[in-house]
């Protein structure tokens, strides 16, 4: 096996899993794109094996503390040691969960989503990919789905040097279908829809919000799939708007909405940005405003780029928030760290004039773990606030 010295000081020697190019001392053998390498210290002591791809600006993704292969067997234990983990969370179906959360599970790079009897492979580092027949066979074995779809048009993997393609590696194509969530039903087009087909990491929050909803005039920007506005919907609100930029995600939201018998919802096809500072500008009132924008950033460089769109969107919908009012909002990007995210929240309440009280925090769903030596693995951050009045 090829190996890799790290340099002193590096991140992995902090419990990190990842080795960038800069932090490799010496190179030994000659490995190649997406083999497996031995780890080791200045000294030559063992840190462990991983995944190698000089392609990439991190170089190696350790994978395992010992010893170890890449083998058919090494995928089945995995993706079984996810499995029983997630059989212990409250209230997560394993028929509607993310089965395995790349290095939080143990494989780096490698998404796996379940949608009943239907199966969503993600390989996003090029060892991961150049697997994925064994990734694919060890699924077959551990979750016999009646089909595999690989979505593997994120341009993360541009990063690895590889292509964007989506397609089926076992059983036939689904048509898309329906899948329920409580009370709600959602349509996921696998091939086709958003994401793996739909945003499992906010289900729960969906209930969440919609319980401050009740009898409450409700905005969902950038609603997508609208489930914060079709849960608010059933939870009691009087009035919901639910706007998103794009017209397929609006015509989705709606058969989402008629799918779950929801009361009447306003669909609008509009940029969030411009229908926020229209209404506004107009001083039209919300009782309970929703802001679960895409990430603005996926990098370091445009941070702060990205906080003024945030701060933006929160000064306009907290302008338009009475003391009562709700304000629940969401960052889905982990380049913007929680106290980025409270940092500039604090800003636009100072610059709105509202003053505020937390009523909840949200993370990622369960079946989405975060590592704490790994930062990554955490990207979803959320609060709800209620403005309240001058003392």
């Given at each position: 096996?090829?190996?890799?010295?790290?340099?002193?000081?590096?991140?992995?020697?902090?419990?990190?899993?990842?080795?960038?190019?800069?932090?490799?001392?010496?190179?030994?053998?000659?490995?190649?794109?997406?083999?497996?390498?031995?780890?080791?210290?200045?000294?030559?002591?063992?840190?462990?094996?991983?995944?190698?791809?000089?392609?990439?600006?991190?170089?190696?993704?350790?994978?395992?503390?010992?010893?170890?292969?890449?083998?058919?067997?090494?995928?089945?234990?995995?993706?079984?040691?996810?499995?029983?983990?997630?059989?212990?969370?409250?209230?997560?179906?394993?028929?509607?969960?993310?089965?395995?959360?790349?290095?939080?599970?143990?494989?780096?790079?490698?998404?796996?989503?379940?949608?009943?009897?239907?199966?969503?492979?993600?390989?996003?580092?090029?060892?991961m990919d150049q697997r994925k027949?064994?990734?694919?066979?060890?699924?077959?074995?551990?979750?016999?789905?009646?089909?595999?779809?690989?979505?593997?048009d994120s341009p993360i993997r541009?990063?690895?040097?590889?292509?964007?393609?989506?397609?089926?590696?076992?059983?036939?194509?689904?048509?898309?279908?329906?899948?329920?969530?409580?009370?709600?039903?959602?349509?996921?087009?696998?091939?086709?829809?958003?994401?793996?087909?739909?945003?499992?990491?906010?289900?729960?929050?969906?209930?969440?919000?919609?319980?401050?909803?009740?009898?409450?005039?409700?905005?969902?920007?950038?609603?997508?799939?609208?489930?914060?506005?079709?849960?608010?919907?059933?939870?009691?609100?009087?009035?919901?708007?639910?706007?998103?930029?794009?017209?397929?995600?609006?015509?989705?939201?709606?058969?989402?909405?008629?799918?779950?018998?929801?009361?009447?919802?306003?669909?609008?096809?509009?940029?969030?940005?411009?229908?926020?500072?229209?209404?506004?500008?107009?001083?039209?009132?919300?009782?309970?405003?929703v802001l679960d924008p895409p990430?603005?950033?996926?990098?370091?460089?445009?941070?702060?780029?990205?906080?003024?769109?945030?701060?933006?969107?929160?000064?306009?919908?907290?302008?338009?928030?009475?003391?009562?009012?709700?304000?629940?909002?969401?960052?889905?990007?982990?380049?913007?760290?929680?106290?980025?995210?409270?940092?500039?929240?604090?800003?636009?309440?100072?610059?709105?004039?509202?003053?505020?009280?937390?009523?909840?925090?949200?993370?990622?769903?369960?079946?989405?773990?975060?590592?704490?030596?790994?930062?990554?693995?955490?990207?979803?951050?959320?609060?709800?606030?209620?403005?309240?009045?001058?003392?």
């Amino acid at each position: 096996m090829s190996g890799i010295i790290v340099n002193q000081r590096s991140r992995i020697f902090h419990g990190h899993e990842w080795v960038y190019g800069t932090e490799v001392k010496k190179t030994l053998g000659d490995p190649q794109p997406g083999s497996v390498v031995a780890l080791m210290d200045q000294r030559n002591r063992p840190l462990g094996s991983a995944i190698y791809n000089p392609q990439s600006q991190i170089i190696a993704r350790r994978f395992s503390r010992r010893k170890q292969e890449l083998d058919a067997d090494f995928f089945k234990r995995r993706i079984e040691r996810a499995i029983a983990y997630r059989e212990k969370l409250p209230g997560i179906s394993p028929l509607l969960c993310r089965v395995v959360w790349s290095e939080s599970d143990g494989l780096p790079g490698v998404i796996i989503d379940r949608y009943g009897d239907f199966v969503v492979l993600q390989t996003l580092t090029l060892a991961m990919d150049q697997r994925k027949d064994l990734l694919a066979d060890a699924i077959q074995e551990t979750l016999a789905p009646l089909g595999i779809v690989e979505r593997n048009d994120s341009p993360i993997r541009k990063a690895e040097g590889m292509t964007l393609h989506t397609g089926i590696l076992r059983g036939t194509p689904p048509e898309p279908f329906t899948v329920p969530f409580g009370r709600m039903r959602f349509l996921v087009d696998l091939l086709g829809g958003q994401k793996t087909g739909l945003y499992l990491d906010q289900l729960e929050n969906y209930k969440i919000v919609a319980e401050f909803s009740r009898g409450r005039r409700v905005l969902d920007c950038f609603t997508n799939q609208g489930g914060f506005a079709i849960a608010s919907a059933l939870a009691g609100a009087t009035e919901v708007t639910a706007v998103d930029v794009s017209e397929p995600a609006i015509a989705a939201a709606k058969a989402n909405a008629e799918a779950s018998g929801a009361p009447d919802i306003q669909f609008l096809a509009e940029n969030a940005f411009d229908f926020l500072k229209k209404e506004e500008s107009e001083g039209k009132k919300y009782d309970l405003i929703v802001l679960d924008p895409p990430s603005f950033t996926r990098n370091k460089k445009s941070l702060r780029d990205a906080l003024r769109g945030y701060k933006e969107i929160h000064l306009r919908a907290l302008k338009m928030l009475e003391p009562g009012g709700i304000l629940a909002t969401f960052s889905c990007s982990h380049h913007v760290g929680a106290g980025e995210f409270r940092g500039m929240i604090c800003d636009s309440s100072v610059d709105s004039h509202r003053n505020l009280r937390q009523r909840a925090t949200f993370t990622q769903r369960g079946d989405h773990p975060v590592n704490p030596l790994l930062p990554e693995t955490e990207y979803l951050r959320g609060n709800v606030f209620e403005v309240i009045g001058a003392w």
